[in-house]
């Protein structure tokens, strides 16, 4: 504290009393032993730091950070990592969404596209790659070429591309077969079916020809032969005879409308099998599973096959 008695003092109090102060504007500074009023009536200094804050830093910069002057971008602005399989798979999606688009795509047009770092990237089309789901080849380059090899360019495969978006390939069969009922009347669908089911028959009699005559054997052999062409069939015996189970039907959604096509199937099994059978459910009602019943006793009359149909639903 200041003495007013003292030379010091004096002397700064005499500057202070040439200086005007407005009764609006707060000194910086505070001095109890001013007799200026204005003076004495202040309890702190004022805080005159200044604080210089650069736009998008962190407030609170770790101290490692602070340690080593890193220079790491804000948070807001560096990538984040995607390492969730629900990321992966989101990311893959897109690349997917590019490359049906753009047909093919090199690893540094893809990152750039959408924002991935080539580390990034590459990961995600190495996993694709195992899954079979793209291919890598390299890009054909027009004109003059430079040093070193061209850059890979990456495709979907039919099996990836076939998974993308809804194909109409049903929607077009029935719209092709209720042309020709239209056109042809009911004995067109009947014909129409057991043309498309003969080149499959042609195909398991092959498959059935070591099987023998009994009619369970055979239907393992026929199951067999089913599950290759992509129907996911087994045969087991139950206490009246046997039955043959298809788990998946190619064209349940045509059927559904069309019954003619599970018919032609079952009038096939039932010659294959060499005895009648009898259909108990099918996809295409409704059911989980193709369920043809194949009876143990042999037909009442010797090379006369007779098929029985579910026609309840």
């Not at 998946?248 to 096509?261: G, I, M, R, T």
Request: hydrophobic share 40%.
């Amino acid at each position: 504290m200041l003495e007013t008695g003292n030379r010091a003092g004096r002397f700064t109090e005499r500057i202070l009393r040439t200086v005007v102060v407005p009764d609006r504007v707060t000194p910086p500074f505070r001095w109890l032993g001013s007799p200026d009023p204005r003076l004495q009536g202040l309890v702190e200094l004022r805080n005159v730091g200044v604080v210089k804050k650069a736009a998008g830093l962190p407030e609170h910069p770790s101290a490692a950070d602070s340690a080593a002057g890193s220079s790491t971008p804000p948070a807001s602005t560096r990538p984040v990592a995607d390492a969730t399989p629900s990321a992966d798979s989101s990311t893959r999606s897109r690349v997917t969404q590019l490359l049906l688009e753009r047909r093919a795509a090199t690893a540094a047009q893809l990152g750039g596209a959408l924002g991935l770092s080539p580390a990034a990237i590459r990961r995600h089309l190495d996993a694709m790659l195992a899954d079979g789901d793209v291919v890598a080849r390299e890009q054909t380059v027009r004109g003059h070429r430079g040093r070193g090899r061209p850059a890979k360019v990456f495709l979907l495969t039919d099996a990836a591309r076939s998974r993308c978006g809804t194909h109409h390939y049903d929607n077009m069969a029935t719209a092709a077969l209720r042309w020709i009922a239209r056109t042809g009347g009911p004995r067109a669908v009947e014909e129409f079916a057991a043309e498309q089911v003969a080149a499959l028959e042609a195909r398991c009699q092959a498959a059935l020809a070591d099987a023998g005559d009994d009619p369970m054997a055979r239907a393992e052999a026929l199951a067999a032969a089913l599950t290759a062409e992509g129907y996911a069939a087994s045969a087991s015996t139950i206490a009246s005879g046997g039955q043959l189970c298809q788990h998946h039907c190619p064209v349940a959604h045509v059927a559904a409308e069309f019954p003619a096509l599970c018919e032609a199937e079952t009038t096939v099994i039932s010659r294959l099998v060499g005895t009648h059978v009898q259909r108990l459910a099918t996809i295409a009602h409704g059911d989980g599973v193709c369920t043809t019943h194949i009876p143990g006793s042999p037909p009442a009359q010797s090379g006369t096959t007779v098929t029985t149909v579910r026609t309840d639903r």
